[in-house]
């Protein structure tokens, strides 16, 4: 595989505009997200991990064989952020999933040990609002045994409303685990046409 940073964006004029197909992936900070960013695209720090909170948010986007994109929405629910830079996130990610015809999936990240919450519920209707397909994936899986970690994904489906693209997927970047599970689900909805 061989992935390279495209750009970030800050507004949706800096989108890029061809019509490669894109999966997102989107969570609270602290979920996993760049680490599953790189455990996916076989890099060690191509999305940096523990980014410092407080700058201004960007989605940024990576190119993965010049064949489609994977793109990393601003992480919400940074309890340090100032207020102005977490009032920006709405906008900026509502931008980009409305207008986004290339857009064939969003994996939603959640913490295997966390509840789902409200930003994950507004997420999850507005997805289903406009007909994005969503797969769930709970991280950091390696943190729990295997029964209670069999346990949590039962517990976490009821909380997430209906209408998922699949069971919730269980991931770990410490183990590998869901690497292969996501690498399979990928192209299948790549392959899609635009809803
Ligand atoms: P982001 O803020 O969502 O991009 O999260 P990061 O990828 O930076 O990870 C946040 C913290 O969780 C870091 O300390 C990571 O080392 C840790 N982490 C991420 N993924 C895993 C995982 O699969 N297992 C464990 N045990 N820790 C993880």
Redesign the pocket.
């Known amino acids: 595989m061989s992935p390279y940073f495209l750009r970030a964006a800050t507004g949706p004029a800096q989108f890029p505009r061809g019509t490669l197909p894109e999966v997102a992936v989107a ?1 609270r ?8 960013i790189n455990t996916l695209l076989g890099c060690r720090d191509l ?1 940096k ?3 410092t909170p407080g700058r201004t948010q960007a989605i940024v986007f990576f190119s993965v064989d010049d064949r489609w994109l994977l793109v990393d929405l601003p ?1 919400y629910g940074y309890a340090k952020v100032p207020e102005a830079v977490r009032r920006q996130w709405r906008p900026l990610v509502e931008a980009y999933l409305a207008g986004r015809e290339t857009l064939r999936l969003l994996l939603l ?1 959640i913490d295997i040990r966390r509840d789902v919450g409200e930003e994950e519920r507004d997420l999850v209707s507005w997805l289903s609002h406009r007909g994005i397909p969503w797969l769930p994936v709970l ?5 729990l045994s295997r029964s209670r970690a069999l346990t949590r994904r039962r517990e976490l489906m009821g909380q997430l409303p209906g209408g998922g693209a699949g069971e919730p997927v269980l ?4 183990t590998g685990e869901g690497k292969k599970k996501l690498g399979d689900t990928i192209p299948i909805f790549l392959q899609n046409k635009a809803q």
């Open positions: 969570g900070s602290n979920v996993g997200k760049s680490s599953l999305a991990t523990s980014r992480g990240l991280t950091k899986a390696d943190k991931f770990s970047a410490r």
